[in-house]
């Protein structure tokens, strides 16, 4: 049997609102949706995909970050802290000083003017400036100058975009010089909280992040002494995107869209004054959809439990 041969069928946000609307039977196939109705259906949709994380969707909305630890530095504010979703990494090829701007590396590749540089220093702690110029294959220019010496070999990173605030922290680990990963455990407030010396110096082993509205705080313990490690690998979930146009496409997969025009549906019933068996009837077919998602939308691996031997 023949077949299209694609399978990348994506819809937008005019598309939800349009079939959404057609299921409430206020417009048929055609019809021009008013403005102002167009906007209550984004403002309602865009309300419903945030429900959805508290719902658990969460798979397809997790990206990994990487956290850029300094020394004895005991809690970070995810959204403003040294993390990104993808950075470059190389090292100085000469002794650098105190304020100096000219900083020798192995490659400037990836680098581009303003972005967030961090240059390792001999005292372990990372001096964060930003690109000014990329001067050529081996060498930038910095805006403000490095706090104190950084001799030849120090680790250097560079990326554009800052991580955003983080829902939730799926899993963490903790990445050394020579790029060796280590699981670091989750913990609640309780447990962070109960730790007698919340300085102690070492590699970290535990973290609690609490999220609060603005920037989440995450906390770490101990407190990275920074010289054979540097960095937090993060799983984190993270919020759709807003809907802003109607040629915005979802964050979510195609097999979620079913579950956007009903659930859609369902949400502008009673603003439209359907009858209470329609409304119901929406509402049974939003939340049918929604269930397959909720059971598709899972980590295809082992469940494993174990004793919690910590206290």
Known sequence: MATSGSKDYSITRANIIDAALRKTGEFDAGDTV????????????????????????????????????????????MGTANATTSYVETTTTAAEVTSATVIDVTS???????????????????????????????????????????????????????AGRPQKIISAFRRDINALDTQVSIIGETDYRSQSNKASEGPPVEIWYQPTLTTGTLYVWPVDGGKNWDKLVLSCQFLPDDFDSGADNPEFPIEFGNALVWGLAAELASEYGLPPKEVQYLEAKAEHKIDIMLNYDVENASVEFALDVRH
Do not use: C
């Open 108 to 162: 400037s590749t990836g680098m581009t003017a303003a972005d967030i540089i961090g240059i390792k220093l001999d005292d372990d702690s990372i001096h964060w400036d930003t690109i000014a110029t990329v001067d050529s294959s081996i060498q930038v220019t910095i805006t403000t100058g490095i706090a104190s010496a950084a001799a030849s070999g120090n680790k250097v990173y560079a990326y554009t975009t800052t």
């Open 34 to 77: 008013p403005g102002d109705e167009t906007t209550a259906a984004d403002f309602a949709l865009n309300l419903m995909i945030k429900e959805w994380v508290a719902r658990g969707i969460d798979i397809w909305l997790r990206d990994e970050v990487t956290l850029f630890l300094q020394p004895n530095q005991q809690s970070y504010a």
